[in-house]
Each structure stands twice: as C-alpha cells, then as structure tokens.
C-alpha cells in the first residue's frame, strides 16, 4: 500500500511539473516561403507536438506569397482543431501574409501583423482561368470556373465569420484580390493587433482571453519563453525542392544533360548531371502533383526542336515547338492559388535556353558525328598505299610509314598504287588506282 501512495505522489509531482513547465512555455513556428505539402506537414505536426508538449500557445510567424490549396488547407483545419491558441503573427518587417497566407491568418485566434507587412491577393489563380472569357462584373463565365472562384470565397468568409473578422473584405480579397496595409487590415477588422517585434506580441498578448471550442482561454505571456519547433534536416532539403520553379528548372537540367549523354556517349559529366537532376525532379513531383498533359508537351516540344535540325519546315515545326512548351508550362502546375505555378518570365527564359541549346549546342555535337573519321583505323579510309611486293589476295602495302595488311580481289602490281576503301579488322581492303 505503502508503494502504491509512493508511485501515485511520484506521478501527481511529475504530472505538476510538466504543467508548470509547460506553462511557462509556448510553441514558436515559422512559415517562411510557399505553401506545400512539405511545409503542412511540419506545421501540422508541430501544432499536435505543442498541444502535447503542454505548450500554453503557439506563435507562427508567417511569411508566404501564397502556395497549394490542399496544404493551405490542412495547416488551417490544424488551427482550427488546436486545443490551445493559435496565434499568426506577419513577421518581420517588410514580410506579407498573400494568398494562401490571407486565409491562415484569417484562421487563427489571434491575427497580428508587424509594420511594413501586407496581406490579401486572396484571389484564385490558375492559368486556365486567366485566359478564360469574363462577364461585366469581371467574373468568368466558364462554369468550372465560377465553381472555384464561389468555393474560394466561401471558405474565406466561413473563416472571417468563425473568427469574428471582417467578411466583406474577406470576401472581397477573393473575388477582386484586394491587398492592405497592416494598418489598413487593423481599421478594417481583419487583424486584431499590430506589434513591433516578438517582445511588443508579447506584452499585448498578455491577458488576452480566445475561445476555444466554446471555452475562454486566457492567454498569460509573463515570465515565458519560447520552444522553437524546426523541420528537420530531411524536410528542409525536400521543402527546398517543393517550389514549382524549382521543379521546373530541374526537368530543363535533366532534359539538356540526358540529352547530350545520348547524341555525344562518353561525356559523362552532362550525363550525370541530368540523371541526378531526374532523379530529384521524379522525388519532387511526389511532393507536388504535376499535370501529366504538361510534362507531355514540354517532351513533345522537344521531339519537334530536334526534328527541326533534320527537316526543313522552314520555322513550322520551331513554331510548334514553342508553343507546345509554353502551353505545357503554364499547365505544369495547375494551382487555384498563386505561388504554385510557374511565372511567364520563367518559362519564357526556359524556352529561350532550349533554343540555344538546341540550335547551338546540340546542332554542333550532330554535325560532329556526321564529320567523316579522320583518326585511328578508320581514319585511314581513303587513303593512298604502296605496295611492298606484288600480290593478289592477300599483300603488305606501307602508308604514312606504316605497313599494314592488305587484302584485295584484283592482282596487285609492286609498281601500283592503291586506295583503301574498307577496314575489316587489322586488315585494310584496297583497290587499284587506274591512272589515265
């Protein structure tokens, strides 16, 4: 009995102290860059490790230009589930909450910005829809079309009314991508606090009180410290590669590399450069989707770039080349928000590379493969011998000094001069030179 009242006194304490260290503890995260599968992971995980670790709230600091739908999504339902306060925060200074970032904001429990930040531009973006054709009010016609843009607003005005935030901006940073000011968002009601720095968010956290699943949190910042909560090594190298342009410029690397490998064997630098540019490009796209149509025209304008070199189109098949990458490109990654697909300026540099890669470096390594042999064995093709002694069949002819085996159909005088036309092995096929 005695035992058991020791080891029930032993966990009650261990239990207290893990509360009060917990307590004196919040959860510090960062989203710095795009939004991607690599980057909700973490930040889900790390919201759950906080809750569990007994942390009293968590502070993301947010920096994002945008990113994935489905990412964005998921680090949003971990906020909204989180057990403990969520607290954004736009930091530091001259970082923006775009796009993808809007809607996290919009999410948490507590929004702040620091000075010099921004956020909206909340607008769906895709390269279908901006070609598509547009109504009076700007909004597009397609069907398809209305269903992203009226699913997009509708999120964003379900999350500025659970949050108690400004719905008519929310929604308006949808549909017409209005973008603001810190202090434009604090006088709208879409932020509920401006800080300077982390000490500044700290102090006005202080007493603060947020509901959580119907129950009044009090968030206490006195006398606390931060836990960092980072990716790990493994993340951070895949979430370098998570970025559509990225991913983009690995498929050019792996394009031209391989492709020199195969016209000009035994290289072997560009060879491995593309195959491990393959590589990371083939892990990449498992982390972000990419459109299969794509990737088949960017190949099929390459077929057409290399055809181009042996058939005279007279610029058609260059044409069709470049129009069938860029349409690729733009469709490589189809993302209803911006930041996750590739910019015209890219592709628009990535066709003027091929070209030059094309035309230049690779029309090059062709004509020297069609250039007739003129080293080793076969580089003796051609050339004129004279004979040692007459033969027929089978003789020694000497050239450039040299003497070689002979072997020839007709009789061959000592007097003749002879052409060789083949090389079978060691041995030089010839014929004689009739001189008129």
Known sequence: M?????????????SFTYNLYGKNKYALLKLQGSVNPIVS?????????????????????????????????????AILTSRIPVVVYTFPKGAQAASAGGFIMLSAHVAAMSPGTEIGAMHPVSPMLDFVKKDKKGDPDGIMEKKVLNDTAAYARSLAQKRKRNVRWAVSAVKNAVSNTYKEALRLGVIDLIAEDMNDLLRKLNHRKVNI???????????????LYEMDWKERFL?????????????????????????SPGMIVPGTIGAI????????????PINV????????????????LSIVSYGLLTLGGIASFMLGSMILFDSPL????????????????LLVFVFIVLRAVIKVHKKQVTTGIEGLIGKEGVPLDS?????????????????SDEFIDKSDHVVVTEVKGMNLIVKKIIKE
Request: charge should be positive; proline fraction near 3%; glycine fraction near 8%.
């Open 2 to 14: 005695r035992k058991l009242t020791l080891l029930l006194t032993i966990m009650i304490c261990i």
């Open 41 to 77: 992971d973490y930040l889900v995980r790390s919201i759950k490790k906080a809750d569990s670790d007994g942390a009293a709230f968590i502070v993301l600091q947010l920096d994002t230009p945008g990113g994935l739908l489905t990412s964005m999504r998921n680090i949003i339902k």
């Open 213 to 227: 699943n119907g129950k009044d949190i009090e968030i206490i910042t006195a006398n606390i410290s931060p836990v």
């Open 239 to 263: 979430n370098y590669f998570a970025d559509p342009q990225i991913i983009f410029l690995l498929l050019i690397i792996a394009i031209a590399g391989i492709g020199i490998e195969f016209k």
């Open 277 to 288: 540019a393959l590589f990371i490009f083939l892990m990449a796209i498992q982390i972000i």
């Open 293 to 308: 149509f794509g990737l088949l025209l960017i190949l099929l304008s390459i077929v057409l770039f290399v055809l181009e």
């Open 338 to 353: 911006p930041g996750g697909r590739i910019p015209i300026s890219s592709i628009i540099g990535a066709v003027v590379a």
């Open 391 to 407: 033969f027929k069949k089978r003789g020694k002819i000497r050239i450039h000094g040299e003497i070689w085996n002979a072997l």
